[in-house]
Nanobody
Framework: QVQLVESGGGLVEAGGSLRLTCVAS?????????MAWFRQPPGKEREFVAA????????NYADSVKGRFTISRDNAKNTMYLQMKSLKPEDTAAYYC???????????????????WGQGTQVTVSS
């Protein structure tokens, strides 16, 4: 089984920055699998944030975060990052790391494309 652990969330004022980290482990985790970030604001459905394929050559962002968030990964460390800048109160949510089971995916925006999920890390942006 694959385990995903997010960290880096916290409380930040609007306009500030945070960097989220997701560390993957487990013998079935593949460095060639796509990974993604999703978020779920309180009382709302989970929504797509960003996705990245194994090499970083295919990246997809939600319109709401384009130009502000940057997704990246370091396969040598089995780690994915989400650098968030110019944070807005509407970015407040629990952020979840996800990974595909199969290799060479392009990085889908659909949550059903991912097989493994972390427990989430809370990001709160104050106004």
């Amino acid at each position: 089984q694959v385990q995903l652990v997010e960290s880096g969330g916290g409380l930040v004022e609007a306009g500030g920055s945070l960097r989220l980290t997701c560390v993957a482990s487990g013998r079935t985790y593949s460095r060639y699998a796509a990974m993604a970030w999703f978020r779920q604001p309180p009382g709302k459905e989970r929504e797509f944030v960003a996705a990245i394929n194994w090499s970083g050559g295919s990246i997809n962002y939600a319109d709401s975060v384009k130009g502000r968030f940057t997704i990246s990964r370091d396969n040598a460390k089995n780690t994915m990052y989400l650098q968030m800048k110019s944070l807005k109160p509407e970015d407040t949510a629990a952020y979840y790391c996800a990974a595909d089971r199969l290799p060479y995916g392009l990085g889908s925006f659909e949550s059903g494309s991912y097989d493994y999920w972390g427990q989430g890390t809370q990001v709160t942006v104050s106004s």
